[in-house]
């Protein structure tokens, strides 16, 4: 049975597997991402590591390597043109690392892969229209029209998360102000947090505690760890995401109409104290709300590993077709 190694590159981690034909992770590789700072091809040096490491495991039939990346990738499925959380600008991903790996590589955005591997082993299964929503460092976006993945005419697609919600708002790392994942991503969560206990609030005094007065050690795990444990201000600072994510939502359902929204990432680890504000928004912001289907928002599946998954996947069945 033919195998494909996936590589989910985000902001902070490099992430690998051996993925079967029905979506099973058989073995794992993981490294940390280089600082956006240092040159492209120590990022590369990361993912031929990992990569290498996985090639290195006996019994396995490893036809293709997968990448997705928290980027802008061109519709050659091949470069990336930007990567606001990365050093990469119209880096020739695939030639570099084609160079160094001995198999086909397929490269393609990170959400684009998530959402493909949703729809064939996990949350969206069923359903021909999904879009998916990943709450990382940024915001990551995939859409599945007719079980296909949507790439548009130059491949970037789907990067939801520098829509415009505020206009002259935060400044965001693409370049722009009021992007949609200022105010609903796991930076989002990090800032407000950082922002209360860096003031001394009484309200944050939990948070506080924890960190010992010092916000830089604050982080959006923690967050969701003392709002599961019920402090009001932690579960109140993750309501505000949830709604900003709900409202963003709706304006996708105007454009899109999907079936299902897929929420995944690491801040979807806060489960239902993230979405239930954000169905909540997504039904106060709906065009047309009352009189028109509904989708419905659920919580990933495949959780951190849909990435890798769809990497895998979509390189397996570009090699096989």
Not at 298 to 304: F, H, K
Request: aromatic share 4%; charged share 20%.
């Amino acid at each position: 049975m033919t195998q494909a190694i996936g590589v989910d590159i985000g902001g902070t981690k490099v992430a690998a597997g051996i993925v079967d034909a029905q979506g099973r992770v058989l073995r794992r590789a993981r490294a940390d991402t280089p600082e956006r700072s240092v040159r492209p091809q120590v990022v590369e040096d990361t993912i031929v590591g990992v990569v290498t490491e996985l090639l290195a495991e006996p019994g396995h039939d490893v036809v293709a390597v997968g990448i997705g990346a928290a980027g802008f990738v061109a519709a050659d499925r091949a470069t990336i043109v930007f990567a606001p959380h990365l050093s990469w600008r119209n880096e020739p991903l695939r030639e570099r690392l084609q160079d160094r790996l001995d198999r086909p590589i397929f490269v393609d955005n990170d959400a684009n892969a998530a959402v493909w591997a949703e729809g064939q082993f996990g949350a969206a299964r069923g359903e021909m229209h999904a879009m998916m929503i990943t709450l990382g460092t940024g915001i990551g976006g995939g859409i599945l029209m007719n079980g296909e993945v949507i790439r548009g005419r130059f491949g970037i697609a789907g990067e939801f998360g520098h829509m415009q919600v505020v206009p002259g708002g935060h400044r965001c790392e693409c370049g722009n102000r009021g992007c949609w994942e200022q105010y609903a991503s796991g930076n989002a969560l990090v800032r407000e947090a950082r922002g209360l206990v860096a003031a001394n609030s009484p309200l944050a005094r939990e948070l506080y505690d924890r960190v010992g007065g010092d916000p830089s050690r604050l982080t959006g795990p923690l967050v969701t760890e003392v709002a599961q444990a019920g402090d009001r201000t932690a579960i109140e600072l993750l309501a505000e995401v949830g709604t900003w994510l709900g409202v963003g939502m709706a304006n996708l359902a105007a454009a899109f109409d999907p079936g299902v929204f897929v929420v995944g990432g690491g801040v979807s680890a806060a489960g239902e104290l993230l979405i239930d504000p954000a169905r909540a928004a997504f039904r106060k912001q709906l065009t047309g709300r009352g009189f028109r289907p509904e989708a419905r928002i659920v919580r990933a599946e495949l959780g951190n590993e849909a990435g890798l998954i769809g990497a895998a996947g979509l390189a397996r069945a570009s090699v096989l077709a």
